[in-house]
């Protein structure tokens, strides 16, 4: 009997040490790799709006495909047809995402037209499912090409008849849901050995100051966004402080340079770089768009410090 109770407490104890062994081995979630841990993200932007439902049409299309997946929005409310303008934003959030990060962008004037839909990758590591109309030109001049294909692969696009009008709900959203889940973009089609490029208009400098464009506007805010940069601007002379005359659409103006909103009366005009380093125009608390009935594209001059004008209206 006693020879028995020992048996079973050595079985017992044989137990225990085996439970307790396959106990440690499981993977703690801080031994994640962050592959295993992290949900995909789609970041999303259109020139839709959303007064209709063709967002969340290709967000379910996305849903339906990559169920986990994370979908967050540039914005959609791109100026219709303008390309240049989603190329501006697009390079600019860029920056704030990781590698494997897949951009989703649908500003496609024109759809169902011989233009590719495409995959890029970045040397960055991140993937861009958008119409190869040079919306990717800025961040890939930026953080340099991996590689490109043209979506043709119908196991890449929605699972019924593809419209000529709704690329978006049809090919780009399949594919960066299909992306999310891990698929492998080589397979998404045929090599595109040349995307289309854009060709950025860019601020000059000469003995007079530096002439410009203003490109758009920072909404809901009205304020115009020129491509003039902070290094075009600082070789003009200018320090804090400094009244300006500026020339929009040829017509002069006067205003202070200052470093933000604040630091001019409610109402009263200004001049600052913005947070892209690029030259502003804004009215601290107004709508300078609106005010003064300005809109891009539209034309901008800034003379060197100093020079003289003789046709000044200060507004």
């Not at 079973?8 to 439970?19: H, K």
């Not at 991996?146 to 979506?151: F, K, L, S, V």
Request: with cysteine; proline share 6%; aromatic share 8%.
């Amino acid at each position: 009997m006693k020879l028995w109770l020992r048996l079973r407490g050595i079985q017992f104890l044989l137990l225990v040490a085996i439970v307790s062994s396959g106990c440690g081995a499981a993977p703690k979630p801080a031994d994640l790799s962050p592959q295993q841990t992290r949900k995909p993200t789609i970041v999303f932007m259109t020139d839709f709006g959303t007064a209709n439902d063709a967002v969340a049409i290709c967000k379910a299309v996305i849903v339906g495909i990559s169920p986990n997946a994370r979908i967050m929005d540039i914005t959609h409310q791109v100026t219709p047809f303008q390309i240049e303008e989603a190329s501006r934003e697009l390079f600019g959030v860029t920056p704030y995402y990781g590698a494997g990060t897949v951009f989703l962008v649908v500003v496609d004037p024109g759809v169902g037209t011989s233009r590719k839909a495409v995959i890029v990758k970045s040397k960055k590591g991140q993937y861009f499912v958008l119409p190869d109309n040079g919306l990717i030109t800025a961040v890939i001049e930026r953080d340099g090409l991996e590689g490109a294909r043209e979506i043709t692969n119908q196991s890449w696009m929605i699972q019924a008849a593809v419209s000529s009008t709704f690329h978006g709900r049809d090919i780009f959203s399949p594919a960066a849901a299909h992306l999310a889940e891990g698929w492998d973009y080589t397979i998404a089609g045929p090599e595109v050995a040349q995307l289309i490029r854009l060709t950025p208009k860019t601020a000059t400098l000469d003995a007079k100051g530096a002439y410009g464009e203003i490109i758009g506007l920072d909404d809901p805010y009205g304020s115009l966004i020129s491509n003039i940069s902070s290094e075009d601007f600082k070789s003009l002379g200018y320090v804090l402080d400094d009244k300006v005359t500026v020339e929009i659409n040829q017509k002069p103006v006067t205003m202070p340079f200052v470093k933000t909103f604040m630091n001019v009366p409610v109402g009263e005009s200004l001049l600052y770089i913005d947070s892209r380093g690029r030259v502003g125009i804004a009215v601290n608390q107004g709508n300078y768009s609106k005010k003064f009935g300005i809109e891009p594209p539209g034309t901008i001059f800034i003379p060197k410090r100093g020079t003289a004008t003789k046709t000044l209206r200060k507004k």
